[in-house]
């Protein structure tokens, strides 16, 4: 059974920074895209940024130059590094691999 659990979530001011990780049990980011979301309260789920299994990498624009997708070298660990922050920002992120499955999500929340 694929199982994903995210953290490295939390509460940070403005411009400061956070790193995301999502583990996967049961299957690999080496053989599907792994990819971060984001829903803030009230809102769609919306896209962040995808990792697939090639190395390519693409983003979100309100995220582009700031943050950061990548695996470890097993490719079982997908990590979101998050700079520049801002309360736009706010939202609970959540890993998903290939399109089969999601995390629980982790909650970022950026303050004034």
């Known amino acids: 059974q694929v199982q994903l659990e995210e953290s490295g979530g939390g509460l940070v001011q403005a411009g400061g920074s956070l790193n995301l990780s999502c583990v996967v049990s049961?299957?690999?980011?080496?053989?599907?895209?792994g990819s971060w979301w984001r829903q803030a309260p009230g809102q769609e789920r919306e896209y962040v940024a995808s990792h697939n299994h090639h190395g390519v990498r693409t983003y979100a624009d309100s995220v582009k130059g700031r943050f950061t997708i990548a695996t470890d070298d097993a490719m079982n660990v997908l990590y979101l590094s998050m700079n520049n922050l801002t309360p736009d920002d706010t939202a609970v992120y959540f890993c998903?691999?290939?399109?089969?499955?999601w995390g629980r999500g982790t909650q970022v929340t950026v303050s004034e």
């Open positions: 998903r691999i290939g399109n089969f499955k």
């Open positions: 049961g299957s690999t980011f080496r053989l599907n895209t």
